[in-house]
């Protein structure tokens, strides 16, 4: 069974830095493209950043680029998200996600497959 657990938020000042953790289990082909997602009060969900299945390729949405960077470490079967500079805006649940079949890069959202149940990030000003 595919179990994604997510660790790492909390509540900080704008300014801040925080690691979000995710670890994958129950999969023995880890080749997977993975995405970070989060999903404010009253908002839609929203892709963040999603690191391609060869651990190297990233991609990211223009309002984290140059503060947030996704990063895998195949060995623990986790990936991270840092995030610097955070800022008010920045304050949701954050999810990840795979996507097992690699149809495309980057991935749609509603391509993913499995998703973890999230990590609450607050950020006051």
């Known amino acids: 069974q595919v179990q994604l657990a997510e660790s790492g938020g909390g509540e900080v000042q704008a300014g801040a830095s925080l690691r979000l953790s995710c670890v994958v289990s129950?999969?023995?082909?880890?080749?997977?493209?993975t995405g970070w997602f989060r999903r404010a009060p009253g908002k839609e969900r929203e892709f963040v950043a999603a690191v391609k299945w060869d651990d190297v390729t990233t991609h990211y949405a223009d309002s984290v680029k140059g503060r947030f960077t996704i990063s895998k470490d195949r060995a623990k079967s986790t990936v991270y998200l840092q995030m610097n500079d955070l800022k008010p805006e920045d304050t949701a649940h954050y999810y990840c996600?795979?996507?097992?079949?690699?149809?495309?890069?980057?991935?749609?959202?509603?391509?993913?497959?499995?998703w973890g149940q999230g990590t609450q990030v607050t950020v006051s000003s």
């Open positions: 996600a795979i996507e097992i079949h690699r149809i495309r890069w980057p991935p749609r959202s509603d391509e993913y497959d499995f």
């Open positions: 129950g999969r023995i082909d880890t080749y997977d493209n």
